[in-house]
């Protein structure tokens, strides 16, 4: 019997707690708030009064249970409500640039929830939800030597009329509940600071960024090139709180360019690549690919912007690598290559792991096509990010950083298979500290600073006495 209340109270507790789990870290704000309810008001009364609550209660709602049944239902629901709070720890534990990882390859949410999130969550939720178990088959006990016999003696002096029972719970709840909202206010504002201290900061500054007058006129010169345009951003401009990251801005690269993006930390690059695919919305402004717009749909005249689905499919078309490689944690080489294929092109997967293998190939990692991430150097990482990029045949490539993470020795490894793409015809916009890399591979190079593009030139003019002064400080400073 302990086992099998236990098992099912614990059942109900896991899987409720799951999607109040989800809620918690919904964006939605009905949702969340409905979870947080539910979760101060489950963990904020004592498990006695909700039994106590559902034997006497719920008969007058015309639902009569067993004392088992009142049981399990407490204990679920009060399971629940623990297992919540684990859930959305272990969802909020995973990186976020595992979901923007899985956005740039244009994944579902749902998809990206069960396949990505929801393994890599299990491994912190996992061990807690083993502790539960083993409270939960001693709680059965309690249940059956205490709760029972109080609901029984309580019961009866309720059929009696001689005592308030049932109102000296109700009091009790409310103080438990009083000390309860204290303390998860204590919690949330602890929460608050952690996350603060924790928040990632940007790598070490190479130049101070300065803030620029207003009205500084950009240096900028559109392409040369008369290919057809693959990206064009117009006026996309992004701030944060108070903070303008990115001014009115206008990008365009056209099909086959190497566009590489220089300039001092801080000073807006990555939130330019970052809006490209809309992993970072922009405030303003509109980006299309290969002349569809990738946020706004025109209808009557009017712009509107595009859902969710719309916006997936067509950022699809874009690849990205990003700095830490987001590379999906529980799936080996072949499978993060491939898990693009499977979920979005509906490939077979026997077909989806050859082409995988292929991409793998192609970046020199026939070897490793079985390996997990954490059996990777950062350099291999890196390539596999690559393949995985490369996997939805895109019209570009954008890589934020790619190797500013990687030990110097393997940084060339990485450049090397860039260089090999590009040289192969790869569209590619490219954030980077390495000015090498720039001067070899870069058509145009584009030079940001406080957050506007000050210099949009083709490579050898950009690096001769024709560029802006600004940018050739930035280039003696890095030389220094
Ligand atoms: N998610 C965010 N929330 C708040 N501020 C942000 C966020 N992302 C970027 N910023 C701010 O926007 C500005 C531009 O940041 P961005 O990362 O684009 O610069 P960057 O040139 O790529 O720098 P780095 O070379 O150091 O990566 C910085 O002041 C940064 O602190």
């Known amino acids: 019997m302990t086992i099998w209340v236990a098992v099912v109270a614990q059942t109900i507790g896991t899987v409720l707690g799951t999607g109040l789990g989800v809620m918690l870290t919904s964006k939605s704000r009905a949702l969340s708030w409905s979870a947080q309810f539910y979760l101060w008001l489950f963990k904020g009364t004592p498990l006695l009064a909700q039994i106590l609550f559902f034997y006497s209660a719920l008969p007058q709602m015309g639902l009569r249970l067993s004392l088992v049944a009142t049981g399990l239902l407490g204990l679920g629901l009060n399971e629940a409500a623990r297992m919540g709070d684990i859930v959305r720890a272990g969802l909020m534990a995973v990186p976020d640039e595992q979901r923007e990882a899985a956005a740039s390859l244009g994944l579902r949410p749902w998809i990206t929830f069960r396949k990505v999130i929801f393994p890599q969550a299990m491994r912190t939720i996992l061990p807690p939800l083993g502790n539960n178990f083993s409270y939960m088959i001693k709680a059965t006990s309690l249940l059956a030597t205490i709760s029972f016999a109080e609901l029984l003696r309580v019961s009866q002096q309720l059929a009696q009329s001689t005592t308030h029972a049932l109102e000296a719970y109700c009091a009790a709840s409310v103080w438990y509940l009083a000390l309860i909202t204290i303390w998860t206010l204590i919690q949330r504002r602890l929460e608050k600071k952690i996350a603060l201290n924790g928040r990632d900061t940007a790598p070490a500054a190479n130049v101070a960024v300065q803030a620029l007058p207003d009205d500084i006129r950009p240096a900028i010169e559109l392409p040369t090139s008369d290919a057809p345009v693959t990206i064009e ?20 690269v056209r099909r086959g360019e190497v566009v590489v993006i220089l300039g001092p930390s801080g000073s807006g690059k990555s939130t330019l690549l970052r809006t490209l695919n809309w992993i970072e919305p922009a405030d303003d402004g509109d980006i299309r690919i290969d ?17 969710d689905a719309a916006i997936n499919r067509t950022r699809q078309r874009i690849g990205m690598v990003f700095q830490h490689f987001g590379l999906f944690k529980t799936y080996t080489a072949r499978e993060n290559v491939a898990l693009g294929l499977i979920k979005l092109k509906k490939m077979p997967r026997a077909e989806a792991f050859a082409k995988a293998e292929a991409l793998l190939t192609r970046v020199g990692l026939s070897k490793q096509v079985g390996a997990f991430p954490v059996e990777l150097s950062g350099g291999q990482r890196q390539r596999v990010a690559i393949a995985r990029a490369l996997s939805m045949d895109p019209v570009a490539l954008l890589f934020d950083e790619p190797t500013s993470a990687l030990d110097p020795e393997t940084v060339n490894e990485v450049l090397n298979v860039m260089t090999t793409i590009a040289h192969e015809g790869v569209t590619m916009v490219v954030v980077t500290h390495e000015v090498g890399f720039a001067r070899r591979i870069a058509d145009r190079v584009v030079f940001m600073e406080a957050g506007r593009k000050l210099m949009d030139l083709p490579v050898a003019r950009a690096f001769s006495a024709e560029a802006p002064e600004r940018f050739r400080a930035f280039l003696r400073h890095i030389d220094a």
């Open 233 to 252: 951003a117009r006026n996309i401009s992004k701030q944060f709180g108070g903070h303008t990251a990115l001014h009115p801005t206008d990008l365009i």
């Open 291 to 307: 002349g569809e717009s990738l946020p706004w749909r025109f209808a009557n005249g009017r712009r509107v912007r595009r859902g």
